[in-house]
């Protein structure tokens, strides 16, 4: 099997090499409205975001930079097939502006907007990032009534482009080796994600060298969070989002199927592009900054050990649920047609996993090969 990855430097605002309905799914992580380190971008694009941040009217800042974000909205609408699912995964912003500290709602601005172009709010995600912070408390500390509660989670927002889901011809065969291990979907689908944590952000120094956090890497599960290295080629602080690989990974698993293409309009340092590769789906992702993506030919020379990683990971994730329910002396009435073990669903038999076996660069992007595991 073989897949597509273009990579466009240029504005989502109006992505005329996308073709309508060209895409099943957009997962993406915009800038957030009102949070400081995104204020020169949106001000360089809008004189009303600079000016009213110098004025220090929070409100006519947040709509103003809302206002760059919509026409994003627009193309995702022209582009997603009908029945497609966009997810967009966004934090409200918490801020002092004109003397006034209040919480800023990012996902609710980007819920109305999704609204107004047709789309159906499907079910959120409340994705809470875990911090190990020791100075957790604003305001009055211990002392009521003016303290304010710590901001720790973020959205992923869900929404259906149409009418009605996607439908496929009878017992298709991508959409069922596509499928999910019935564990994943009990976890995947619930509405709290707790298990996933944010990425450090970057900066690098200013002789170019990366200054950075390390860690493990957050691929398909699990609390460590991924390696910043290699994020950031430029002297200020990366405007890319705290978004690590097992997020967009486990979105395009849970809304997509082989054969597939994945959007990201706001691509940053090429996360979702990882993603899609690693699970075997088209992608094309739109990013203004040449600079973000500068490191990402690096992660892709890392992504054939980093697929098998992922998928290693969760077939020795099924056959420990399997193990742990066969001591329950719970019994199976389904078999894996690829692998030969045990499934709890009719759903799941036709489970087929693909590894990355080769990637290429190409005038626009990377050409991945799949081999089936």
């Not at 992505?15 to 957009?26: F, G, I, K, Q, S």
């Not at 995104?38 to 004189?47: G, P, T, V």
């Not at 999910?180 to 619930?190: D, M």
């Not at 952000?201 to 460590?224: I, K, L, V, Y």
Request: net charge negative.
């Amino acid at each position: 099997m073989e897949t597509q990855h273009r990579i466009r430097v240029d504005d989502a605002s109006a992505m005329a090499a996308v073709d309508d309905d060209a895409v099943e799914l957009v997962v993406t992580s915009p800038p957030y409205p009102m949070v400081e380190m995104w204020d020169e971008q949106f001000a360089r694009r809008s004189e009303t975001a600079a000016a009213a941040l110098e004025d220090g009217d929070g409100d006519r800042a947040f709509e103003a930079m809302h206002g760059l974000l919509d026409p994003v909205w627009s193309e995702v609408e022209r582009v997603l097939v009908p029945g497609g699912v966009a997810a967009v995964v966004v934090g409200d912003a918490t801020r002092t502006l004109g003397g006034r500290y209040r919480v800023y709602p990012n996902h609710a601005r980007v819920t109305e907007a999704f609204e107004a172009l047709g789309f159906d709010p499907l079910p959120d995600v409340l994705w809470r990032k875990p911090t190990n912070g020791a100075a957790k408390f604003m305001g009055s500390g211990m002392v009521p009534p003016n303290a304010y509660v710590t901001l720790e989670h973020e959205y992923v927002l869900l929404f259906r482009n149409g009418d009605g889901p996607r439908s496929f011809e009878p017992s298709a065969t991508r959409r069922y080796e596509s499928a999910y291990f019935w564990e994943e979907r009990n976890r995947w689908f619930s509405d709290i994600w707790t298990n996933v944590h944010g990425v450090a952000q970057a900066r690098a120094d200013a002789d170019g060298e990366r200054n950075a956090d390390g860690g493990r890497h957050a691929d398909s599960e699990g609390g460590a969070s991924e390696s910043a290295a290699g994020r950031s080629a430029t002297s200020r602080r990366d405007r890319t989002a705290a978004f690590p690989l097992a997020i967009p990974y486990r979105l395009v698993c849970m809304y997509s199927v082989y054969g597939d293409t994945v959007l990201d309009p706001f691509l940053g340092t090429g996360t979702t592009t990882l993603a899609a590769m690693i699970a075997g789906r088209d992608s094309t992702g739109y990013e203004l900054d040449a600079d973000v993506l500068a490191g990402l030919d690096d992660r892709v020379d890392g992504v054939r050990e980093r697929s098998r990683r992922v998928i290693d990971d969760r077939l020795a994730s099924h056959r420990a649920f399997i193990e742990a329910r066969r001591d329950d002396g719970t019994a199976f009435e389904y078999e894996s047609e690829h692998y030969g073990f045990p499934v709890r669903t009719r759903q799941e038999r036709q489970i087929r996993f693909r590894v990355v076996d080769d990637v290429d660069r190409t005038d626009d992007g990377y050409r991945a090969i799949h081999a089936p595991i």
